[in-house]
């Protein structure tokens, strides 16, 4: 929590939102989900490989022939996790993510005793997983541009 005031510079989220159309989006949009950029980081792969063009502090497009190729890196990314068993293959899997020591960082800022709770960590990862396939998945059937907007 930050108990400032300050500008648009040190805003730090990410915005997934489905109420656009092909060339332009309602920015901050009742409908919009928002994900902290640090653990939005650990998806940034998925986001990366499904479209080239993807930028993190701008809008990148994901329409009907991004959103299947996102889908199925997220599915990738959802099998990686399920595979993790032990603590030690929670931290290297998450290392091996764009920033993802920066997240092992934060999460032991947060909560100095996290190794208690890792498996716990790892099931909010999966469910934002699986949520962001769903995403993906309802803006392919109902023909929707999902609009991704780093902050």
Same mark, same amino acid.
């Given at each position: ?59 990148? *497009?994901?329409?009907?022939? +991004? /959103? =299947?190729?996102?889908?199925?890196? %997220? #599915? ?5 996790f399920e595979n993790v068993k032990t603590i030690d293959d929670f931290e290297v899997t998450v290392s091996r993510k764009f920033l993802g020591k920066d997240f092992l960082e934060e999460l032991a800022k947060e909560d100095k005793n996290w190794g208690n709770?890792? *498996?716990?960590?790892?099931? +909010? /990862? =999966?469910?934002?997983?699986?949520? %962001? #396939? ?18």
């Amino acid at each position: 929590m930050k108990l400032e005031i300050y500008g648009s510079q040190n805003l730090n989220f990410v915005e997934l939102n489905t109420t656009g159309s092909n060339d332009t989006y309602i920015r901050c949009d009742p409908e919009s989900q928002f994900l902290d950029s640090i653990v939005f980081n650990i998806f940034v792969p998925c986001f990366e490989n499904a479209n080239k063009l993807f930028d993190f502090f701008g809008s990148t *497009k994901y329409n009907s022939r +991004k /959103l =299947i190729p996102l889908r199925n890196e %997220l #599915i990738s990314n959802l099998q990686m996790f399920e595979n993790v068993k032990t603590i030690d293959d929670f931290e290297v899997t998450v290392s091996r993510k764009f920033l993802g020591k920066d997240f092992l960082e934060e999460l032991a800022k947060e909560d100095k005793n996290w190794g208690n709770d890792w *498996k716990g960590y790892l099931g +909010k /990862l =999966i469910e934002i997983n699986k949520t %962001l #396939i769903q995403l993906a998945e309802k803006c392919a059937d109902e023909e929707r541009i999902l609009w991704v907007i780093g902050y």
